[in-house]
């Protein structure tokens, strides 16, 4: 048995002892949650970390429990259970389709805390964020709507989704503009130190995942896929800039001279993220207009209009 069916197994399947452990610790840290709002000390900073420790001992002790009933063992047996744990592309669709509904609320609550809060912050935001929502839907969008063959398809969701990048770029310019004006205003329910901690450890991996997954599909002929995960490069970079901003704004400093930085990065991410829709959409439809067309001659883009792809 390789190493991943085994590590699968085990989750799927974990020993008696590890489920009495994750129990024995789920309801300690639940108790001491509860305890600490008691005592009136809930709301402390220190207390976090048991609330954070209580929450996520509390889902594990559930999964404990469907581990138990072979809950999840039986899923597995499913056939798009099976789809999603043997095919890397249909996990990375799986992944990209959770990423385009988080933004989609994140857009949702940020236009009604924005309107509540009367924040232009906020509000440019949520603009980004539909922007970010674009290049995903476009891929969607043209490797489900039917016609052509599947490797049009995927070429075309590639060429498009290059656009969309590029609309991207332009869209998060606001946000790095505001930054550089000292509008970007941010609010803690936690010491800034633990904020910042949380966030650095959450865009690095982001960005190591975003590498590697661009490693990864270097060498596949699956357009879409790779357009995908252009994106989620994309993305990163511009969490990398939020990141940076975000730090320069609420870490102390030590008195140098720092307010070139965030023009710097931010230019060099919205440039970025321009060069990658630029090449995506030019290389798009190079191959598009060398695709065989029904009659066996190679296919002519010259008529096509960017915004109905006919």
Not at 182 to 195: A, C, E, L, P, Q
Request: aromatic share 12%.
């Amino acid at each position: 048995m390789k190493k991943r069916d085994k590590i699968l197994e085990f989750l799927l399947k974990p020993p008696m002892w590890v489920c009495i452990v994750v129990w024995v610790f789920g309801i300690v840290t639940l108790g001491g949650s509860i305890a600490l709002y008691f005592l009136g000390l809930g709301l402390k900073q220190w207390a976090l970390s048991v609330h954070l420790c209580a929450i996520v001992f509390f889902v594990l002790s559930v999964y404990a429990v469907l581990t138990v009933i072979g809950l999840p063992h039986r899923a597995k047996n499913n056939v798009r259970v099976q789809k999603f744990l043997g095919s890397y592309d249909v996990r990375a669709f799986v992944y990209a389709s959770g990423s385009v509904i988080f933004n989609i609320c994140y857009v949702v609550f940020g236009i009604i805390i924005a309107n509540l809060e009367q924040s232009v912050w906020l509000g440019v935001l949520v603009g980004y964020h539909i922007f970010l929502i674009v290049p995903r839907a476009t891929v969607f969008y043209m490797t489900k709507r039917g016609g052509g063959s599947k490797e049009e398809q995927n070429v075309r969701a590639y060429a498009y989704c290059g656009f969309a990048l590029i609309l991207l770029a332009f869209a998060v310019m606001p946000v790095i503009n505001m930054v550089m004006d000292d509008r970007n205003t941010y609010n803690y329910f936690v010491s800034g130190i633990i904020y910042v901690t949380a966030i650095s450890a959450y865009t690095f991996a982001k960005l190591g995942l975003a590498l590697y997954n661009l490693r990864k599909v270097r060498r596949s002929d699956n357009l879409s896929l790779k357009a995908i995960k252009n994106v989620s490069f994309a993305d990163a970079l511009i969490s990398i800039f939020a990141l940076q901003a975000m730090m320069l704004k609420v870490l102390p400093s030590d008195g140098h001279n720092i307010s070139i930085m965030n023009p710097v990065l931010g230019g060099f991410v919205s440039l970025g993220i321009f060069a990658l829709g630029l090449y995506m959409l030019i290389s798009g439809r190079k191959q598009l207009k060398a695709l065989p067309t029904d009659d066996g001659q190679e296919g002519d883009m010259t008529n096509i209009d960017m915004d109905t792809g006919e």
